[in-house]
């Protein structure tokens, strides 16, 4: 049995730099035709020249072609119209996170206040930016994604034109916001597609499973997993592929994130067969993407065959999701 | 300030064998005068000698004296009534763990079906003896505690006469359950009256406070507290204080286990200060305990004073609850 997908498209990463983008940005160029790159670096991208630097250092990094880096802006208030309509064309989109909400977001905002906002917002909706959102209050940790949806209602009504992409969704009750407004869009990731609260904390505490969101309630995942594979038109695959080195999850306070990049492809396929929805996955990780942000990405044949792969137990001194486990596909290369 | 306490008791704790029980014994030998003592050692007690013999070696590793170990036997479903009038006047309590749903517990019952528990209850029930219960069923995580709620019922109503606690509560929802049965019971940890989920994996993830059942939500932590600082004649202090060597802890997974026997009253005395329920401590700590078990513990009196503690980094090997923080209480030796 056998899977083409084309032109396959990550639209939530995060590369980081130097060293650590050495060793992963080669894993998504090998496997999709573009990925959404996140901008929280410390410090976080908020100018055109270190934006545009950051894409170079990518492109290096990369290695295996066609791959293109979709570059994102972190969100501030204080954007002039001026400086948001010279940089229109290098970016892709705008991330905004709430001040302290996940890695490297302290310089986040620290209030969702529309009127704040608005000045900022206004000029993506004329540019036509899509905003992308951390969407997380700081309350109860199975709360937060929840208690934000007041904020995405507010964002979709007060800015009708504005594209607002909901990232990393973990919840039934964000799946079905979706259907509410016209412009409201999101992504999902391939370890809430797999995984709940329970494999993270259910039997022993596993760090590599721990992430921002937290996965939730058998639930939420049914409803995204129902999302994804059934074409639900305003879901695209984003991975919040998101390295730490080991010595940042084992230790006594463990960094928040999921490395999946390298395998990505095959578990959804794996998730996807399972669903008896394999042809379905087309949409979820390329054609809505490039619907929703109007991208074209570079033609990129990715063949998947349906034989094991043994998902390595580290790559460099980054533990991916399924370390030492075996898939039921892989990718033919 | 100063708060007497007249023989705490701690009604739920972990000592293991050798060389740990031999590092923990003599913080709980300190500062209470008794304890119940868990039988789910590798293997389980389920026999006189091995129960005696444990009671020997922790008297000899207690070192503080006086110390008295209430010692509880496994729960196995085919002790013979003979066994357990044998028995019965060396153990305080019988432990009943549902197979593999906590540490060293793969020797537990596999179904909760009454009419295969019913031989053994019943003379317990003739005997006096009462029941400790691991009360969590293998669904969600959240929702195991909850779940298992309908088999505490089914064994109040079934065996009338019969006295149950349900050891280491962590919802709103067993609270509630307390007052519908007169035969029903409860322990309190320290670690659930101060977290919640978002003390584990809130923030980064924290693999000394992860423990089983996990801690709940806010609300849930509110009704603990409203328990035990109110003096509920139906709950009682137990700890479950469990400790791990580090490298259990701190390894790609994790096991479950807070401990807290060291500054279990220092921290108590904190929290019930904040309360404005400080005198109720001793309720809480000794005198439901002594009601509901109908023990008389030894004498002791354990004076704390409102000086800071700071809690060690570590015991022998052992990260304990609040290492290297200050706790605003101290026991005054």
Request: hydrophobic share 40%.
């Amino acid at each position: 049995m056998e899977l083409v997908l084309e032109s396959p498209l990550d639209m939530h990463l995060h590369l980081r730099d130097a060293q650590m983008l050495e060793n992963v940005a080669p894993w998504s160029a090998r496997y999709f035709s573009g990925a959404l790159i996140m901008p929280n670096l410390v410090p976080p991208i908020t100018t055109l020249d270190s934006l545009l630097s950051y894409k170079e250092r990518i492109q290096k990094a990369a290695i295996h072609n066609p791959f293109i880096p979709y570059m994102t802006l972190f969100f501030k208030d204080n954007y002039t119209k001026e400086f948001l309509a010279e940089v229109k064309d290098q970016i892709t989109a705008i991330k905004l996170y709430p001040s302290g909400i996940t890695t490297n977001s302290d310089g986040g905002v620290r209030t969702m206040d529309m009127q704040i906002l608005a000045p900022v917002l206004e000029v993506m909706s004329e540019l036509g930016i899509p905003l992308c959102v951390h969407g997380e209050s700081d309350g109860f940790v199975m709360d937060r994604e929840k208690e934000f949806g007041k904020t995405y209602e507010k964002l979709a009504k007060t800015f009708p034109d504005l594209t607002i992409i909901m990232e990393h969704i973990t919840t039934a009750y964000s799946v079905e916001l979706l259907e509410k407004y016209d412009n409201l869009f999101a992504t999902i990731t391939l370890h809430h597609l797999y995984i709940t609260l329970d494999e993270v904390a259910g039997g022993v505490l596993r760090p590599h499973l721990f992430c921002k969101p937290i996965a939730k309630r058998p639930e939420d995942r049914e409803a995204l997993l129902q999302a994804a594979t059934a074409t639900n038109p305003k879901v695209m695959f984003g991975s919040d592929s998101a390295p730490h080195p080991t010595h940042a999850k084992e230790c006594c306070g463990c960094a928040a994130g999921v490395f999946t990049s390298p395998l990505a492809l095959p578990a959804l396929a794996q998730l996807f067969e399972a669903r008896g929805a394999l042809d379905n996955l087309q949409t979820f990780v390329s054609d809505n993407a490039r619907r929703i942000y109007g991208i074209t990405p570079p033609q990129k044949i990715v063949r998947l065959v349906k034989e094991p792969m043994e998902v390595a137990k580290s790559y460099g001194d980054v533990v991916p999701m399924f370390a030492g486990e075996n898939l039921e596909w892989r990718v033919d290369e």
